[in-house]
T-cell receptor, first 112, second 113 residues
């Protein structure tokens, strides 16, 4: 069965721009979470969506937002990009709580 | 809040050597524990998991036992291969804080032939 698909794989944006990243979860998985991975801060939780509702949110500024559609696909948006937003953004889907997540390959965002 | 501490790397081993990567956690509830592996340029892959005390997770020769008394979940493998070279992350999921993962800093493993 298909895994978690993230698009695009690589993205280069300029400071001040905004960006939208997309994630298609494994079929049947209703929970989608997003994580940011950087060399300095490691893996940090951004937010989780379940059945189109944000269920949990990490400690990130309001420039980071997301949504989930009725087919469980999810998007995350970062507005007014800063250099420090350069990171690997990972999406993960889960069938149920505590079962563990399946991760996508990530989107590598570079802000210049 | 919850946290995960794992041994710093890099860990460099010769092929067929034994591996142990230490992981300890702090949690207010009764977390599930996970080991994920990340190969260069890729996302995270779930290696193994344990959902309650004394559970042993195992996969591809790797094992880890959920030790509540020592709040630990150390990753072990009896004989490593070059193909095991990757970054290993210990993580927990505590239902007290919803279905999110809290990760350790990661441990780089390098296996030489």
């Amino acid at each position: 069965k298909a895994g978690v698909t993230q698009t695009p794989r690589y993205l280069i944006k300029t400071r001040g721009q905004q960006v939208t990243l997309s994630c298609s979860p494994i079929s049947g998985h209703r929970s989608v979470s997003w994580y940011q991975q950087t060399p300095g801060q490691g893996l940090q939780f951004l937010f989780e969506y379940f059945s189109e509702t944000q269920r949990n949110k990490g400690n990130f500024p309001g420039r980071f937002s997301g949504r989930q559609f009725s087919n469980s696909r999810s998007e995350m948006n970062v507005s007014t990009l800063e250099l420090g937003d350069s990171a690997l953004y990972l999406c993960a889907s889960s069938f149920e709580e505590g079962s563990g997540y399946t991760f996508g390959s990530g989107t590598r965002l570079t802000v210049v | 809040g919850d946290s995960v501490t794992q041994m710093e790397g890099p860990v460099t081993l010769s092929e067929e050597a034994c591996l142990t990567i230490n992981c300890t956690y702090t949690a207010t509830g009764y977390p599930s524990l996970f080991w994920y592996v990340q190969y260069p340029g890729e996302g995270l892959q779930l290696l193994l998991k344990a959902t309650k005390a004394d559970d042993k997770g195992s996969n591809k020769g790797f094992e880890a036992t959920y030790r509540k008394e020592t709040t630990s979940f150390h990753l072990e493998k009896g004989s490593v291969q070059v193909s095991d070279s990757a970054v290993y992350f210990c993580a927990l999921s505590d239902m007290e804080y919803g279905n999110k993962l809290v990760f350790g800093a990661g441990t780089i493993l390098r296996v030489k032939s």
